[in-house]
């Protein structure tokens, strides 16, 4: 009976050890790979419409709008578009990964070699957070060429562009998990991803809201992100970088672990 449990014991534990480093490593260097294939679409694509935006905003009011924060108003909204534009990239990357391989039938792919939950929930979101840093890096290198900005806080700045990276990154896997068809993870997207990146201060200042828009908007985790990007480029923010770090850790924290949850069941990925 000891020999029997021994060898159950040992039968049981996982050849890799603790961690699948190769496995993890394999996994996110697929998911970087993947985006990097097609950078036209997922580098290049977000640069250009940042640019359409900056460039339209600073066509249509120019300086006639005036400081806001004390800044130019171009110079107020380019933080809030590029962090808009990173999570954005990052909530794709991992929603159209595990979306498409569930559609054409492959994610047993994945879910079949030997890596635990936490693993592929790191190698997902590591593609994920990596797309975000690399159109973050582009975006702001256009900040600095053509409206000459230079960067307040950089370590603030890097912190919400990883940690609003990590957070839609994980959204992205929810969404996925839950959306069985191209259409349902679109209803996702504009109903709730693209009204959250919109309606955060992205374009404007919330002292301009009524104040029941402001209590509103303060409960949106996205609003810390940008607001936090914007402290640390300009220096200027509507709330505590302090209060948004502890509210996105928290949100990216609780969204991590639902992830966590849903790969460990299976959740509508096993049938």
């Known amino acids: 009976m000891g020999a029997l449990t021994m060898n159950a014991s040992v039968m049981g534990r996982r050849r890799f050890g603790r961690v699948n480093w190769l496995g993890l490593y394999t996994l996110s260097m697929r998911e970087i790979q993947r985006f990097m294939a097609v950078w036209t679409q997922t580098l290049a694509a977000p640069l250009v419409t940042a640019g359409l935006f900056l460039g339209v905003f600073a066509l249509a009011i120019g300086p006639a709008r005036g400081e806001v924060m004390g800044v130019p108003f171009i110079q107020f909204l380019a933080p809030g578009i590029l962090m808009m534009t990173v999570i954005q990239n990052a909530f794709a990357n991992t929603s159209s990964s595990i979306l498409i391989s569930k559609i054409q039938g492959n994610i047993v792919d994945t879910l079949m070699p030997p890596l635990s939950a936490a693993e592929l929930l790191v190698g997902y979101t590591i593609g994920g957070v990596v797309r975000g840093?690399?159109?973050?890096?582009?975006?702001?290198?256009?900040?600095?060429?053509?409206?000459?900005?230079?960067?307040?806080?950089?370590?603030?700045?890097?912190?919400?562009?990883?940690?609003?990276?990590?957070?839609?990154?994980?959204?992205?896997?929810?969404?996925?998990?839950?959306?069985?068809?191209?259409?349902?993870?679109?209803?996702?997207?504009?109903?709730?991803?693209?009204?959250?990146?919109?309606?955060?201060?992205?374009?404007?200042?919330?002292?301009?809201?009524?104040?029941a828009m402001q209590v509103v908007t303060h409960v949106n985790p996205v609003f810390y992100l940008i607001d936090g990007m914007r402290y640390g480029v300009i220096g200027r923010s509507d709330s505590s970088p302090w209060l948004g770090l502890a509210v996105c850790t928290a949100s990216t924290g609780v969204v991590l672990a639902l992830c966590w949850r849903w790969l460990r069941t299976g959740y509508r990925l096993k049938a």
């Open 133 to 211: 840093l690399l159109v973050a890096l582009a975006i702001g290198v256009l900040m600095v060429a053509i409206l000459g900005m230079g960067v307040a806080h950089p370590l603030w700045a890097l912190l919400f562009v990883l940690l609003g990276s990590t957070f839609l990154s994980g959204l992205g896997i929810l969404a996925a998990i839950l959306a069985n068809k191209f259409d349902q993870m679109a209803a996702i997207t504009n109903f709730i991803v693209t009204p959250l990146s919109f309606l955060s201060g992205t374009f404007y200042s919330i002292e301009r809201l009524p104040i």
